[in-house]
């Protein structure tokens, strides 16, 4: 069985850093592409970052591109969502999700998800 | 960017109940739709994928149609586990975009 567990969550500050992680298994990591989707307190889903497979291909939403990084460990099963210069309107709870294949754009849809980290971005 | 709209934005239904949930783009996005529900306080799941495609394990009740711009999800009979959020989400093109969600409520 495929699962994905995230970590990594927490309160910071407003311009913090936190790297969040989530762990995968039962799969071949590597032939997967991933997702980050978040979600704001009491709103819907929000896209956030995508890996492809081997780690080359990388996506980001605009609220944000230039303050977040996307990386794998194929090694390792490890997804990562390093996230710089956070705001309020950062927090949410962030869910890994899988991808069907290894490419990132299709018409596959995120077939396995991970019960979410939440971030609180606060003074 | 691509834009997902949803319609209607929340419906009260009884079990048994036939439901359709309309979900349009922005300009066309192909097949490139899935569908998801999501319970209070738990994850998202996939329903269908590639805009009618039902995704393993899920009830044969669940069906999706359309293509281009205008997509349809279709409940044939309610059942009290349906009762949630749902979401259509493009991934013709990132960003990747959802729909702002459905709720199916018990009537």
């Known amino acids: 069985e495929v699962q994905l567990l995230e970590s990594g969550g927490g309160l910071v500050q407003p311009g913090g850093s936190l790297r969040l992680s989530c762990a995968a298994s039962g799969l071949i990591f590597s032939n997967y592409a991933m997702n980050w989707v978040r979600q704001a307190p009491g709103k819907g889903l929000e896209w956030v970052s995508a890996?492809?497979?081997?780690?080359?291909?990388?996506y980001y939403a605009d609220s944000v591109k230039g303050r977040c990084t996307v990386s794998r460990d194929n090694s390792k099963n490890t997804l990562y969502l390093q996230m710089d210069s956070l705001r309020a309107e950062d927090t949410a709870v962030y869910y890994c999700?899988?991808?069907?294949?290894?490419?990132?754009?299709?018409?596959?849809?995120?077939?396995?998800w991970g019960q979410g980290t939440a971030v609180t971005v606060s003074s | 960017d691509i834009q997902m709209t949803q319609s209607p934005s929340s419906l009260s239904a009884s079990v048994g109940d036939r439901v359709t949930i309309t979900c349009r783009a922005s300009r066309s996005i192909n097949s490139y739709l899935s569908w998801y529900h999501q319970k209070p306080g738990k994850a998202p799941k996939l329903l269908i994928y590639?805009?009618?495609s039902l995704h393993g394990g899920v009830p044969s009740r669940f069906s999706g149609s359309g293509s281009g711009t205008d997509f349809t999800l279709t409940i044939s009979s309610l059942q009290p586990e349906d009762f949630a959020t749902y979401y259509c989400q493009q991934s013709y093109n990132t960003p990747f975009t959802f729909g702002p969600g459905t709720k199916v409520d018990i009537k």
């Open positions: 890996i492809s497979g081997g780690g080359v291909g990388t």
């Open positions: 590639a805009a009618s």
């Open positions: 999700a899988k991808a069907p294949y290894s490419y990132v754009i299709g018409d596959n849809g995120m077939d396995v």
